[in-house]
């Protein structure tokens, strides 16, 4: 091996080198390398280039001579392994320099395959391979890749443009000919478009690519990318440099990318596609329509084998679905990358259940391969069955197209991604089509309720991006001709334009002029999320509860049959859903004594909540009594008027007929259900108000326990000696951080203005997914002056996140309330 540098820590690791690889040094496509070449898989030879390298790159703006040094010593290493010559012959080697950072970013950053075409390795490899055509194809695709790449090129030759040069070129003309043709063709655009040129120079070339790589960590894209999906922007990329294996030299050969299982269903068995002659970017780049993979037991029986038997084994060394990239050089199978892949939530709740019930992987491992908010991806809405149906009797179906991502939508076209931001932040929904999808249209596609392409297959960058987004996506539209300048989208003779509304579904990859009714996606088995919280259930803590609220009969059905061990309302809630909330603010504002509107609020409460309480049975139901201060109340009525004919209502006990009135209703409405019922009165600061709480409750002589929820700072100081007036004590999570942050608490449930907010750096937390330090320090300050802390419980607002869950429960915190749709993450937070 070529000696490297001694006075300086490696920044570069062969694929062959000893010991164990680091993650965040190699990133994970160089991580993958390593291992399928240790394991005895066919990997062209190669090496990898640190993040910290990257870190010191963009920090420096230039590679340290001692890494360009470094790098040329792995690069003799390789040649050495491969009997090639890089730049020259008689076997030159060419190079693939692609980006691998810590966690995937498909797409988001760059890469530069065929590197190291010089005159002199092109001869030598239309010489050693017997083509000059393919030697063409090489160096024109190089010099495209790398002026777009490495130059910022905005133009560059297209594909077909390559045959219009040959075909000036006699058949047998000479290789050194063939070369000059095509690298004269491309410099030449390449002269209109700036002022660069691509080096001839191969050493020139390889830094080149590698300074662009590491570039490209801070490109908008992926920076983008990152934010969305939660990624250190510290992390950096590594870079990986590999021999090139070429699988556009001959109708044997090919480039393919296949996944373990479905990616969109789950369903077990390899699944993926194959491009014969090409290389990958063919495939990825979604700009042909390949092949289902199984093709290539017609042309590549043997390679095909192979392949099956590398992925069962890969998936079970690995215990995930993967996603591995290929290539077949005449008939010979080469394993480019294995990475653990994107999936739909449908494909991850199957995935997650199939490989615990195979014995692939445990409980734990099962459980913490779905996120919460795959659980809730799969209860989201789709279209009306009979609606769907009456739309295809009809003939409404435009185009199918491959389902690459699911989900049921309905918006409005749009052909550009500024376009379709634009509608999104206008609050339209849009769905995004084109002819196909880059990196550069990540903006458009992350704004997008739906994606469509007119090519690519499932593995296009569409697809995959889509699946990552949980976007619902079709691609391979091959009858559609989608025209972004004009603003259209054509079948035949017929046109839609920007604004037409369509509806997609992802599963079937079916696009239908315009709009379906969407209904309610989450009753039912929820495409296997029954049985993975069955899982859930069987290694959940047997104490934890979780209660749902409900406000309406459906929602109490509903969230039984979800598992919900209780139910909690609001008085207000269930009273403004009737309707009888407005008439009883309105007799109060008007001049109503509060004896006469008690009445009133009585009989409305035993009447409203009677049906609930009776759908429930005997189950735990606790209640929050009416506060005229909570956000929704206050905006829907103007409760300045009420609070200045009765300033008392103001506050949570100041009129004890009104809270007397919610008790008695509530003891009427529970008399025969079997429901154990709870009045929790809202906003309590101190022992004082708990005491008389308890105290009316015990004179007007009623069957019903009794509560107080806490939701400021003097409250939560005073959880211990309220606890011991009372029968429940409950925390206003997201209320209490609110106030501690000043923060209106509509705002904990929205994503503006706290995203931005959060991004920039201007709050220490994100408090709709952290505890805050000092709200957890009070807490804590409370639960050691409990006999325990189960004596507290708290009810969640929001999207619930799993560090909000772990660290209640690992505060001893056993029941937990939280919205009638979070109820399933909720128990799946809860059981890992």
């Not at 369903?267 to 993926?272: L, Q």
């Not at 259940?353 to 014995?359: L, R, S």
């Not at 918006?411 to 196909?436: C, H, M, W």
């Not at 035993?606 to 209640?623: I, K, N, R, W, Y």
Request: proline share 4%.
């Amino acid at each position: 091996m070529g000696a490297a540098p001694a006075e300086h820590t490696l920044l570069t690791r062969a694929f062959t080198d000893p010991g164990e690889a680091d993650l965040d040094a190699v990133g994970g496509k160089g991580f993958g390398l390593i291992e399928m070449t240790r394991n005895g898989l066919r990997v062209p030879p190669g090496f990898v280039i640190s993040t910290a390298a990257c870190h010191a790159y963009l920090a420096a703006d230039e590679l340290t001579a001692e890494l360009v040094a470094e790098i040329r010593s792995r690069l003799r290493d390789v040649e050495k392994t491969t009997g090639k010559t890089f730049g020259g012959g008689p076997l030159p080697l060419l190079l693939s320099v692609r980006s691998g950072a810590p966690i995937s970013m498909p797409g988001m950053m760059d890469t530069v395959l065929n590197l190291g075409v010089s005159r002199e390795s092109a001869v030598a490899l239309a010489e050693a391979t017997g083509s000059p055509r393919f030697m063409a194809d090489v160096v024109f695709r190089f010099h495209g890749m790398y002026a777009e790449t490495v130059l910022d090129a905005f133009e560059v030759p297209d594909r077909d443009e390559l045959g219009t040069i040959l075909a000036g070129l006699d058949d047998a003309a000479a290789p050194a000919e063939v070369y000059d043709a095509v690298w004269s063709y491309c410099a030449d655009k390449l002269a209109e478009d700036c002022d660069d040129e691509v080096p001839t120079d191969p050493d020139a070339q390889l830094i080149g690519a590698v300074e662009a790589v590491f570039r490209s960590w801070n490109t908008r894209r992926a920076v983008t990318y990152r934010e969305v999906h939660g990624i250190p922007h510290d992390l950096g990329t590594a870079v990986v440099v590999q021999s090139m294996a070429f699988g556009n030299l001959d109708s044997h050969s090919g480039s393919g990318v296949v996944f373990s299982r479905n990616p969109v269903t789950g369903e077990p068995g390899m699944f993926g596609e194959y491009l014969s002659a090409s290389q990958g970017e063919d495939v990825v780049a979604g700009t042909r329509t390949p092949d289902p993979v199984q093709t290539m037991t017609e042309s590549v029986p043997e390679a095909f084998a192979e392949l099956v038997e590398t992925c069962a084994t890969m998936e079970r060394q690995r215990q995930d679905m993967l996603d591995i990239e290929f290539t077949v050089e005449r008939g010979t199978l080469f394993m480019l990358q294995v990475r653990s892949a994107k999936r739909t939530a449908r494909a991850a709740i199957r995935i997650a259940t199939d490989m615990y019930t195979e014995g692939v992987v445990d409980a734990t491992t099962a459980l913490r391969s779905v996120s919460l908010d795959q659980v809730r991806n799969v209860q989201r809405p789709g279209f009306d069955p009979q609606e769907l149906a009456a739309a295809k009797d009809a003939g409404r179906i435009i185009a199918t197209g491959v389902g690459a991502s699911p989900g049921q939508v309905v918006g409005a076209l749009y052909f550009d991604s500024e376009a379709a931001q634009t509608a999104a932040k206008n609050g339209r929904s849009a769905i995004l089509a084109r002819p196909v999808t880059s990196p550069t249209d990540l903006h458009g596609m992350i704004a997008a309720d739906g994606i469509v392409t007119a090519t690519g297959g499932s593995t296009s960058h569409a697809a995959v991006v889509a699946r990552a987004l949980g976007t619902t996506c079709i691609v391979g539209c091959a009858q559609l001709q989608i025209d972004p300048v004009a603003g259209t989208m054509t079948v035949g003779e017929r046109t839609w334009r920007t604004g037409d509304e369509v509806s997609l579904d992802g599963s079937t990859g079916e696009i239908i002029a315009g709009t379906i009714d969407l209904v309610d996606g989450a009753a039912g088995d929820g495409d296997g999320l029954a049985a993975l919280l069955e899982i859930a259930a069987a290694t959940a803590d047997t104490e934890a509860e979780i209660l749902g609220r409900a406000y309406t009969v459906d929602q109490v059905g509903e969230l039984i049959e979800r598992g919900a061990r209780g139910l909690v309302s609001a008085v207000d809630d269930v009273l403004a859903t009737d309707g009888s909330l407005d008439r009883i603010i309105a007799g109060l504002e008007g001049g109503q004594e509060l004896s006469t509107a008690a009445a009133d609020l009585e009989e409305a409460i035993a009447t409203a909540f009677g049906p609930l309480f009776a759908a429930a049975g005997a189950t735990e139901f606790d209640v929050r009594g009416l506060d005229f201060h909570d956000d929704d109340v206050a905006e829907m009525f103007a409760i300045s008027t009420l609070f200045a004919v009765h300033p008392q209502v103001a506050m949570p006990l100041g009129s004890p007929e009104l809270v007397a009135a919610q008790l008695k209703g509530l003891t009427r409405a529970a008399e025969n259900t079997g429901a154990t019922v709870c009045f929790v009165s809202p906003r309590t600061s101190g022992r004082a108000e708990a005491s008389a709480l308890r105290s009316l409750r015990d004179k007007l002589g009623l069957d019903i326990k009794v509560g107080c929820y806490v939701t400021n700072t003097q409250g939560v100081l005073e959880i211990p000696e309220i606890a011991e007036e009372v029968d429940q004590v409950w925390l206003e999570l997201q209320r209490l951080q609110a106030a501690t942050y000043g923060v209106p608490q509509r705002h904990l449930l929205t994503a503006e203005p706290l995203d931005s907010y959060v991004r920039d750096g201007l709050i220490d937390i994100d408090p709709r997914k952290q505890v805050g330090p000092y709200v957890e320090k009070i807490i804590d300050d409370a639960l050691v002056r409990l006999s325990s802390p189960a004596q507290l419980s708290v009810r969640l607002a929001g999207t619930v996140s799993d560090d909000t869950v772990r660290l209640l429960r690992r505060k001893g915190i056993q029941r937990i309330a939280v919205g009638h749709d979070e109820l399933r993450p909720t128990r799946l937070a809860m059981a890992r």
